[in-house]
């Protein structure tokens, strides 16, 4: 018998979920199981610290590895490269303000700045055990009421998502800070980046003047590397012409602990639970992923923070709300992908797959026809988070190292891996060029104080608004007015009205109070 196959405690069909839970842990006790997470996550970690590399990236290169192992042996490894991957993009979002995953975009805007006021070792601390708590969070909530919370999902139609990106849109206002037109500016910029190629539904080239490689619009991590990594090296470059010398941060390499201290922690605790809830909400529909997660959990935590100031400065409030709901999107994603059979993101398309591959049909019946593979799911979730945290944390002396080296000696290194990783993406060389582009974007836009945020959120939801927006006016038969005797997308759009007359009668107020 296989060493993963689980160990029955009572062979009755109605076997409750306790030990259902028990036998998992037990199949999973054995020296094979175990190297399977460890090595997962240590691999997932690799491919998520690299800029242009993601937990898709290292599912898919290790999906073909599994056709020829047992289906609880399969699963164990791929989750676990899921959960390293998407918790290893803090390591280079902090340490170099380059997201290393798409979903730890939220991390650089207060991660970086703690890293830049030599508190790189606090900022990681803070992420890796954020990131570990969201994800028992989430794994909580999907192992004991996934069943019943996926079937809030069969109530969203595609006006209803509409009505949930709309809100999403929204939270520009806030990332706009203390000026409403360059933030709106920005976003405009990210929608009509993010419009360019193929339209859905129809098929209809825009933008693309002639340009075959235009067809398939811009990738998005290709467009992150450029806005971040790129512009970065600019930056610096600028710096070091005009100081003629490269300047070291010194960092504190005096950790003690997790990096913070006891009553820090508890401070964070409404944040916390607040972005772990987010984040589960957002994994569990379809689509939306990680990405959006982290921003949204961002902006409610500065929205709802006595000090809204002093975000992006460099405070741990930010990295707390980020990785918290971007490692709590993997157990939301799960729900929608065991119990619907319905990939909640890229990751778990291919888990999707990789179900296939063994002969399984993702739903309700895999819960009765195949509990042990399930429950054996979940707690190689929980294990395979409690790996992640005992690695980064035994290896955070060595990340906060890298900053120890030049910067010069750095950069080059991280463009070369990110320009690898972006024409990896899709095999395409029009992808590692586009990265150039964002590059001097990005660059660009910082000179002329344009907050990356609101573009990064527009152009991420611009193809999920339009095609949402789309299919529902399909099913309404053209009414936009329809859209309203949908509650739940009804409550979304007034939200987002009301938030954004709110923020902007708030600015407005505060502009007067400054010209008194």
């Not at 937990?55 to 192992?69: D, E, G, I, Q, R």
């Not at 639970?273 to 982290?294: E, K, N, Q, V, Y």
């Not at 955070?396 to 030049?406: D, E, G, H, W």
Request: with cysteine; glycine share 12%.
């Amino acid at each position: 018998m296989y060493c993963c196959q689980l160990v029955y405690l009572d062979r009755r069909n109605d076997m409750s979920t306790v030990s259902l839970i028990g036998n998992a842990f037990i199949g999973l006790m054995n020296p094979t199981s175990l190297i399977l997470i460890v090595v997962g996550v240590g691999v997932g970690i690799v491919f998520g610290s690299i800029p242009g590399l993601s937990a898709a990236m290292a599912v898919a290169l290790f999906l073909p590895v599994t056709f020829a192992m047992e289906s609880h042996a399969a699963f164990v490894l791929l989750v676990s490269l899921y959960i390293g991957g998407i918790s290893g993009g803090l390591i280079s979002a902090i340490l170099l303000n380059i997201p290393g995953t798409s979903s730890s975009i939220a991390t650089c805007f207060d991660g970086s700045p703690m890293a830049k006021k030599g508190e790189a070792a606090k900022a990681l601390g803070v992420g890796v055990v954020f990131s570990f708590l969201g994800g028992l969070v989430s794994f909580l909530i999907l192992m004991f009421v996934a069943p019943s919370v996926a079937q809030v999902t069969l109530k969203f139609s595609a006006i209803e998502y509409f009505g949930v990106c709309i809100f999403a849109l929204s939270m520009i206002a806030v990332l706009a800070g203390g000026n409403m037109t360059k933030g709106l500016l920005s976003g405009c910029l990210g929608l009509a980046l993010g419009c360019v190629g193929m339209a859905p539904i129809d098929g209809v080239k825009r933008f693309t003047f002639g340009v075959m490689e235009l067809n398939s619009g811009f990738d998005i991590l290709p467009t992150l590397v450029g806005i971040f990594a790129v512009a970065e090296v600019l930056a610096y470059a600028e710096s070091v012409i005009r100081t003629s010398k490269a300047k070291m941060i010194k960092q504190d390499l005096k950790i003690k602990g997790f990096g913070f201290t006891m009553a820090e922690f508890l401070a964070q605790k409404w944040n916390f639970l607040r972005s772990a809830l987010i984040g589960t909400g957002i994994g569990i529909l379809p689509g939306i992923g990680g990405s959006t997660a982290g921003i949204l959990s961002y902006i409610t935590a500065k929205k709802t923070s006595k000090h809204p100031e002093e975000f992006g400065t460099g405070i741990m409030d930010g990295v707390v709300a980020s990785e918290t709901a971007n490692n709590a999107v993997i157990g939301g994603a799960l729900i929608p992908l065991l119990t619907l059979g319905i990939p909640g993101d890229g990751v778990t398309a291919m888990l999707l797959g990789a179900f296939m591959i063994h002969g399984l049909t993702p739903g309700p019946l895999l819960f009765t026809e195949s509990a042990p593979l399930v429950y054996t799911i979940f707690i190689t979730c929980i294990l395979a988070n409690i790996a992640m945290l005992l690695l980064e944390l035994g290896g955070m002396r060595v990340f906060v190292r890298l900053l120890s080296i030049p910067k010069y000696i750095l950069l080059p290194v991280v463009l070369v891996l990110c320009t690898v990783g972006a024409f990896a993406t899709n095999n395409r060389m029009f992808d590692a060029q586009s990265i150039v582009f964002f590059g001097v974007l990005g660059y660009l836009m910082s000179k002329l104080k344009l907050q990356i945020a609101p573009f990064i959120l527009s152009f991420i939801l611009c193809e999920l608004v339009e095609t949402n927006l789309r299919r529902g006016l399909m099913v309404t038969k053209g009414s936009f007015w329809a859209f309203f005797s949908h509650p739940i997308a009804t409550v979304f759009m007034v939200a987002a009205l009301v938030f954004i007359v709110w923020t902007a009668v708030k600015q407005l107020m505060s502009m007067r109070k400054k010209t008194v």
